[in-house]
């Protein structure tokens, strides 16, 4: 290399910079590696240190980014000022000395152009026009001095220098190119000592190169009954997304999802790409849509225009509830909700901790709701007092039932009674009211301070309280599952695109590993009875190991290992092995309902056996995810939509999608109102 300089952002061989005379090199010394590389006989080796060295530096990397494509670029402009220090200067002893003096002498001749002020005076005057113009000659008759017509051009376009800056991917080929990025979780070691959100959202870029990522599949199974109940559309706003065109992204995710801020991710089980790489962060840009949309100002209240006069009393404030209201409103209908807390949420404001769902993101979608015409009646358990679902179908057009599936299996195995055990969504409904109340201040809550505390029961129920057990400050927190561990990868009798069941290190398990040595889970355990002491105090349960085999019918039985029998201590005991059904008081025995104990409606339909009546969520289908609450909610929003028009509804199904009633249909209605029809479009 003799001159002109060079950026080098890949590996290196040995005897670096034999023979170079001229120019400079710029390494990226990554593995801090490159000194023993490189032949110093007649080179030196720095640090990047002037200011305008480094902006030319960063010039040379985004110029490269910007015709390349390259992601090791991108992930230097991040945070150019952290991998700064890893670049090495390669410069010539030589080289550099004649670089000094010619720098000498051009400081030199500026100082000697005018030592001294210009006086009055003809004969210094014409001194200095004289030198001027020779001066200007001089520079005329040079070909390699830079111009510059007017002003105009000397000033940058602000868009296109944006456009220039911005980040440059390969959205056909990013599939193969670019590797998952996953929101950063905040340390095990430190996050335990608050209540805030566990992890960040991801950068603009970083979610760029997920967006790139989607393959916009010809089949998106994404968006199929195996991924996405509501079938969002996930491949038309990552594209959106990609192209920064966020305020489209936010109103084609609207379309199907009424509260994407909410939602899991079932849908990345089914990405194609999860086949053989790490499915596309489906769950993170979808949030960061909806977050764009308040922080920009997008999300505005927008009541419906007019009303039908129709009444409705939506019976439980969660996922379930909030979809069948937030629909039914936007249909012109006027809708109650009777929640039996004092907060307006269900199981999205008491049986999520806050470090896993914020409470300001639930109350703020609360109040959007109600600024859009829902109304809220709090502290009413309906079927407990003068409100029954009697009183609600006198006062109604319909009533819709979705209390959720709240009657929590029990464990009917001896001393059950005693002080300490309590089921998980007491737990954590004490726990996240009291830290909203006074930041639990008031001790109304159970406390696992200081206790040796067992889960009985896994999923994200168990895990949840795995998690606040460790925030209590808990001796010991240990969490039994009765089932054998899951595979590491699918198993043959789970293919994609089901959901893999397989084994997963939750929140919960990595704050318990960070602070008390291992993973709280114990597989293939079974309680024979509990442990208590004098004062009625459970101080312990008494367990034996069991083994799952395979029989000739493809079922599983159950046996237990002798000589297995073990105790284990125990000050707390939570019981979180899922739910029954709901809860009879509401349903006052009049509300049939099927084997499962669930309330019964037709297949494919949300009408009870009681004209006016219907039911959705958990209380329908059995406990479930949030994003099957909120179709329940949306799907059944349909039908009572359809009851009270008496034609048909144009709320729409999944995927966005508006059934338009049939012609005929609607021939009959002669005298119904043309607002029934077209309220809701």
């Known amino acids: 290399m003799t001159g002109g300089r060079i950026l080098v952002l890949g590996s290196t061989g040995r005897n670096f910079a034999a023979g170079m005379s001229g120019g400079i090199a710029y390494v990226l010394d990554i593995h801090q590696d490159f000194e023993g590389k490189v032949n110093q006989e007649m080179v030196e080796l720095s640090g990047v240190e002037d200011p305008q060295e480094i902006s030319f530096l960063r010039g040379l990397i985004e110029d490269h980014h910007h015709y390349t494509g390259s992601e ?43 030592p001294l002020p210009i006086l009055p005076g003809n004969a210094v005057r014409e001194l200095h026009e004289e030198s001027k113009k020779k001066q200007d000659d001089k ?50 070691k430190t996050r335990t000592r608050d209540w805030g959100e566990l992890s960040t959202r991801l950068t603009e870029d970083e979610l760029k190169y997920q967006t790139a990522r989607c393959m916009d599949c010809g089949v998106p199974f994404c968006q199929s009954d195996t991924g996405c109940p509501i079938s969002n559309i996930i491949p038309k706003w990552n594209e959106l997304v990609f192209a920064g065109q966020w305020r489209d992204a936010l109103n084609r995710l609207l379309m199907t999802n009424n509260f994407p801020e909410f939602t899991g991710p079932p849908c990345e089980g089914a990405c194609v790409l999860g086949i053989n790489e790490d499915p596309v962060g489906i769950k993170s840009i979808e949030c960061a849509i909806i977050d764009r949309g308040f922080e920009m100002g997008w999300m505005i209240p927008s009541p419906p225009q007019w009303r039908s006069g129709k009444k409705v009393a939506v019976i439980g404030s969660g996922p379930a509830g909030l979809a069948t209201a937030d629909q039914l409103n ?43 015409g829902v109304k809220y009646v709090t502290n009413c358990f309906v079927g407990d007092g003068d409100v029954t679902l009697a009183s609600l179908r006198k006062e109604n057009d319909a009533v819709v039932c979705a209390t959720g599936a709240t009657v929590p299996r029990d464990l009917p195995i001896p001393k059950r009674s005693l002080e300490g055990i309590h089921f998980a969504m007491q737990f954590l409904h004490k726990n996240t009211k009291s830290l909203l109340d006074t930041e639990l201040a008031d001790n109304a809550y159970i406390s696992a301070k200081g206790k040796n505390v067992i889960v009985i029961g896994g999923g994200d129920t168990g895990n949840d309280c795995i998690g606040t057990s460790v925030r209590h400050g808990a001796k010991s927190v240990i969490n039994f599952e009765l089932l054998p561990q899951p595979p590491p990868e699918r198993a043959r009798d ?62 599983w039985d159950m046996k237990q290992v002798e000589g297995s029998e073990e105790l284990f201590p125990a000050d707390l005991v939570l019981l979180s092995m899922g739910f029954l059904g709901p809860e009879e008081k509401v349903l006052e025995g ?46 059944c929003a349909r039908d009572v939509d359809s009851f009270l028009t008496g034609m048909g509804t144009q709320l729409p199904v999944t995927g966005g ?16 109102p043309l607002e029934l029809v077209t309220a809701a479009a």
Not at 515 to 520: A, E, F, Q, V
Not at 657 to 672: N, S
């Open 72 to 114: 090791l670029a991108a992930r230097i402009l991040l945070d150019f000022t952290r991998a700064l220090p890893r670049f090495v200067k390669v410069l010539p002893t030589d080289y550099k000395r004649v670089m000094l003096e010619e720098a000498k002498k051009a400081a030199e001749a500026k100082k000697a152009e005018y």
């Open 139 to 188: 520079e005329a008759k040079d070909p390699h001095k830079e111009k510059i017509g007017d002003i105009e051009e000397s000033v940058q376009d602000g868009a296109v220098e944006k456009k220039r800056s911005a980040l440059v991917l390969d959205k056909t080929k990013g599939f193969m190119k670019y590797q998952r990025r996953a929101e950063k979780y905040r340390s095990a």
């Open 330 to 372: 936007k249909a012109g209908h006027d809708v109650t909700i009777y929640e039996r807390s004092d907060r307006i949420g269900g199981l999205l404001m008491y049986g999520i901790p806050n470090m896993k769902l914020d409470k300001n993101v639930v109350q703020r979608r609360v109040d959007f709701m109600g600024a859009e």
């Open 494 to 555: 789970n293919p994609w695109p089901q959901w893999p069941r397989i084994y997963r290190v939750d929140y919960g398990h990595t704050e318990v590993k960070t602070h008390m040595g291992k993973d709280p889970r114990e597989y293939c355990i079974m309680s024979k009875d509990f442990v208590g002491d004098d004062e009625g105090k459970v101080t312990g349960i008494n367990t034996v190991r069991v083994e799952w085999t395979k029989t000739a019918s493809g079922g």
């Open 590 to 635: 009049i509300i049939e309902k099927d084997a499962r104990k669930n309330i019964k409606t037709p297949p494919g339909k949300y009408n009870t056996n009681i004209e006016g009546v219907f039911a959705a969520g958990d209380c329908r289908r059995g406990q479930s995810l949030i994003v099957w609450g909120i179709n329940e909610g949306r799907q």
């Open 657 to 672: 999608i508006v059934k338009r009633a049939p012609y005929e249909l609607l021939k009959k209605e002669h005298d119904a």
